[in-house]
């Protein structure tokens, strides 16, 4: 399975938060975008450049991202269904994307789920951001092999207002997965028990203020690859400021 989105019908060249338009991403080429969002700010393909602190100050190809800022009183998600449920145990799924995340974020602010037949309540992989100290924040995982299940670190890092490349490979079925940040990459137990995965989610984690990243992609090929890949998306094709 590869997907890339780089259909979107308008975008936004403006800081958040643009209230000029929705700006959602386009209908992919397989499966489909599920946008939870308060307002139509929080969830935007934008191709704004910025300070390098508070926006991206280039974007690393195309000319345009996902922008996901929380709103404080509901959860915000954009959520990736697949087409259909892969469920074939054995196969190995590959997820990867380009993150970028501000220096001033709450703790949970990027969050990446893959969910399956179980529903959203149990994600079988749960992973999210710490806070910063200086220019680096850890990364944790749920651990549902725990005698009681908790967020624990990974020991792998991401990098303040820096695209990085994040990876996850899982095998329907296990109760480990593959996290990757930069191609340091960590073996780590599942958040729920081994099964098939029917959606992605990116989410922000907490009701807090400055629950915000971005999104983009990575150029990977994934349809000449032997694992199945669940997201590529350039949110490219866009319209500067047309709703």
Known sequence: ?????EFAPAVSTNAYPDTSGDYD??????GAWSIQETGPSNIQVAAYCGDGTNDPAATPQGTNYLRIVRHM?????????LPS???TAGDEIHLEMLVWIPRNI???AFQLQLVGSEGSG???INVL????????GNVLAYDASLSTPRWVDTSLDWSVSTWQKWEIDYVIGADTFVLGIDGVKRTL????????????RFRGGTANANIQYRLDATGYAGEHQASLTLFRDGFEHGTADSA
Do not use: C, H, M
């Open 129 to 136: 951001v710490d806070t910063t100290a200086a220019n680096l």
């Open 106 to 108: 709450s703790w949970g």
């Open 73 to 81: 009183a509901a959860v915000t998600e954009a959520v990736l269904a």
């Open 189 to 200: 137990n599942g958040s729920y028990a081994g099964g098939d995965i029917k959606e992605v």
């Open 85 to 87: 449920t892969q469920s």
């Open 25 to 30: 991403p386009a209908i992919p080429s397989s």
């Open 122 to 124: 149990y994600p079988r």
């Open 1 to 5: 399975f590869y997907d890339d989105f």
